[in-house]
């Protein structure tokens, strides 16, 4: 575990000390927060309606990270070729499963930073309304669970090309599909593929106050997946040169 840690741990101060990892959280917040200022500020945003004041916000944050999970991602594996440092890694005494937790790790405390600062919504709320708890709990763990999801992704990605560009536009490709397959239809073969694929739809239920256990599986075992087709990737280049 140390080892994992020592991983992450590097791979979190080299992004907190340039300017790409505050100019995402910066990103994430102006959107997250316009979008709670203009439920505010609307008719259905009123303490006359059924719906908790920060759901909007929460919810539209899953469509956020199409944009940018993959700004967080993109330098897993693809700057260490650009910088130069990929082969130092691949021949020092770390097991290909310390390494990819180590930077999976890394993107999802990074992803999950920019989750934490949202908190402050249902914060000021608490002072003018009541706010539903496991409705709010629900919601966060929903979000985690995407967060959790496109880490493992973006990390895979990253290991697959050589360029964090490219990994950047293939990762927000995959993210935009998965979202957009949500939306192919509700009934016959389209609806199936709707519920069982899409991402929102699987996310939805959470920011509603429903922990379907179908979801959270979903969410977890693509992030098992995609960590382990990362590991195989990493085995075979060490084995392969």
Same mark, same amino acid.
């Given at each position: 575990?140390s080892?994992?840690?020592?991983?992450c @741990?590097r791979d979190?101060?080299?992004?907190? %000390?340039?300017p790409l990892a505050?100019?995402?959280?910066a990103m994430w917040?102006?959107l997250?927060d *316009?979008?709670f200022?203009?439920t505010l500020?609307?008719?259905?945003?009123?303490?006359?309606?059924?719906t908790?004041?920060?759901?909007?916000?929460l919810?539209?944050?899953?469509?956020? $990270?199409?944009?940018? +999970?993959?700004? /967080?991602t993109m330098?897993?594996?693809?700057?260490?070729?650009?910088?130069?440092?990929?082969?130092? $890694?691949?021949t020092i005494?770390?097991r290909?499963?310390?390494?990819?937790?180590?930077?999976?790790?890394?993107a999802?405390?990074m992803?999950a930073?920019?989750i934490?600062?949202?908190? /402050?919504?249902? *914060?000021?709320?608490?002072?003018?309304?009541?706010?539903?708890?496991?409705?709010?709990?629900?919601?966060?763990?929903?979000? *985690?669970?995407?967060?959790?999801?496109?880490? +493992?992704?973006?990390?895979?990605?990253s290991?697959l090309?050589?360029s964090?560009?490219a990994?950047y536009?293939i990762?927000?490709?995959?993210?935009?599909?998965?979202?957009?397959?949500g939306?192919?239809?509700?009934?016959?073969? $389209?609806g @199936?593929?709707s %519920?069982?694929?899409g *991402?929102?739809?699987?996310?939805?239920?959470?920011?509603?106050g429903e922990? @379907? $256990?179908?979801?959270l599986?979903?969410f977890l +075992?693509s992030?098992?997946?995609?960590l382990v087709l990362?590991?195989?990737?990493?085995?075979?280049?060490r084995?392969?040169?």
């Amino acid at each position: 575990m140390s080892v994992i840690w020592a991983i992450c @741990r590097r791979d979190l101060v080299s992004a907190f %000390t340039t300017p790409l990892a505050w100019l995402v959280l910066a990103m994430w917040l102006v959107l997250v927060d *316009l979008t709670f200022w203009l439920t505010l500020s609307s008719v259905h945003g009123t303490p006359g309606s059924d719906t908790p004041l920060f759901v909007q916000s929460l919810s539209s944050g899953v469509f956020f $990270l199409i944009l940018l +999970a993959p700004a /967080i991602t993109m330098n897993s594996f693809s700057l260490e070729r650009v910088q130069g440092t990929m082969q130092l $890694l691949m021949t020092i005494p770390i097991r290909e499963h310390q390494l990819v937790a180590g930077k999976f790790l890394s993107a999802f405390l990074m992803l999950a930073t920019m989750i934490a600062a949202t908190v /402050i919504q249902p *914060l000021v709320l608490g002072f003018v309304s009541a706010v539903p708890g496991p409705q709010l709990a629900s919601g966060y763990l929903g979000l *985690l669970s995407v967060c959790a999801m496109l880490a +493992a992704l973006g990390v895979w990605i990253s290991l697959l090309v050589d360029s964090p560009v490219a990994a950047y536009v293939i990762t927000f490709a995959v993210i935009a599909v998965l979202m957009l397959v949500g939306f192919v239809g509700n009934d016959g073969v $389209l609806g @199936r593929l709707s %519920t069982s694929v899409g *991402l929102h739809q699987r996310a939805l239920p959470f920011f509603r106050g429903e922990i @379907r $256990l179908g979801n959270l599986a979903y969410f977890l +075992a693509s992030a098992a997946a995609f960590l382990v087709l990362s590991h195989s990737v990493l085995s075979a280049r060490r084995i392969h040169g």
